[in-house]
């Protein structure tokens, strides 16, 4: 979103799913409260110091509707990710910052105005079982100037993994339908 913004011509569609980094104005969406990520700080820090197959399974299985959809591929290629010494370290210092709404995060955090101002045709894909729910993601299509708004059934947060036949679907119908 802020590359749309400050380089608007280096962007020609975009796509975001379940994305994060946007705060609506307090009251616009009815019934919205902002989930408290930095509860999530201790556990997303402790399964980057310690990522046991068994920590990075449940740090996982809790952004998807169905953690039975987990499989042990995706858990063992993030495990060797966060197995990383450096990957881990950078890892640490960003959710930290993420999480907490730190100094270094909070100049791009996108908000109502912001957004309004983003030109380029934006899918906007959510899951409908994202603990951010889809009412955020359908305020953002609604405020973007040529915004498209799909919501995956029995979807959580990482929706191109959980619904990813779906999403490659209508990613693709999104980029070729303006070729």
């Not at 950078?90 to 959710?95: A, E, F, P, R, Y």
């Not at 953002?140 to 498209?148: K, P």
Request: hydrophobic share 40%.
């Amino acid at each position: 979103m802020s590359l749309a913004l400050t380089h608007p011509s280096r962007v020609d569609r975009l796509i975001l799913t379940t994305t994060m980094g946007y705060r609506p104005e307090p009251g616009s969406i009815p019934g919205y409260v902002e989930p408290d990520w930095s509860s999530n700080l201790p556990s997303s820090i402790e399964v980057l110091r310690n990522p046991s197959f068994e920590n990075v399974r449940s740090r996982m299985a809790r952004i998807l509707a169905n953690p039975a959809r987990l499989t042990d591929e995706a858990v063992l290629v993030r495990q060797a990710l966060y197995q990383n010494p450096a990957l881990s370290a950078v890892q640490q210092t960003l959710i930290t910052e993420y999480l907490s709404l730190g100094p270094s995060i909070r100049p791009y955090v996108i908000d109502d105005a912001q957004l309004a101002l983003i030109v380029q045709p934006t899918l906007v894909y959510w899951g409908d079982k994202n603990r951010t729910p889809p009412s955020l993601g359908l305020r953002m299509a609604e405020l973007l100037r040529d915004g498209r708004f799909h919501c995956a059934a029995d979807t959580g947060h990482w929706a191109q993994f959980e619904s990813a036949p779906e999403h490659n679907r209508v990613v693709t119908d999104f980029l070729l339908a303006s070729v």
